[in-house]
């Protein structure tokens, strides 16, 4: 009994686990679209190490008109999350 337990709990962290990895946004979708929008101005090496949250909270902000920014664009909050997971990846 108890190894069936020890064996339940590992299968639910491993779950866990894959799921939260699965919820984090995708760096390399977001690559397309920081070419697209961004690379222009920006470099990734700029980010690195940043806290891909609050940039992007920024994109968020740009992509909503509530933050002044160089040039306008739309982007929804997961393509934002992509773009900011690509920019703090520094690559």
């Given at each position: 009994?108890?190894?069936?337990?020890?064996?339940?709990?590992?299968?639910?962290?491993?779950?866990?686990?894959?799921?939260?990895s699965?919820?984090?946004?995708?760096?390399?979708?977001?690559?397309?679209?920081?070419?697209?929008?961004?690379?222009?101005?920006?470099?990734?090496?700029?980010f690195?190490?940043?806290?891909?949250?609050?940039?992007?909270?920024k994109?968020?902000?740009?992509?909503?008109?509530?933050?002044?920014?160089?040039?306008?664009?739309?982007?929804?909050?997961?393509?934002?999350?992509?773009?900011?997971?690509?920019m703090?990846?520094?690559?």
């Amino acid at each position: 009994m108890k190894i069936s337990s020890m064996v339940t709990i590992a299968v639910a962290a491993a779950g866990l686990a894959g799921y939260s990895s699965a919820s984090l946004a995708d760096a390399a979708a977001g690559k397309a679209a920081f070419e697209k929008q961004c690379a222009e101005c920006h470099e990734t090496a700029d980010f690195k190490g940043e806290d891909a949250k609050e940039v992007a909270a920024k994109i968020d902000k740009i992509s909503a008109g509530q933050m002044k920014h160089k040039k306008a664009f739309k982007l929804s909050a997961a393509e934002a999350a992509d773009v900011a997971a690509f920019m703090v990846s520094g690559k």
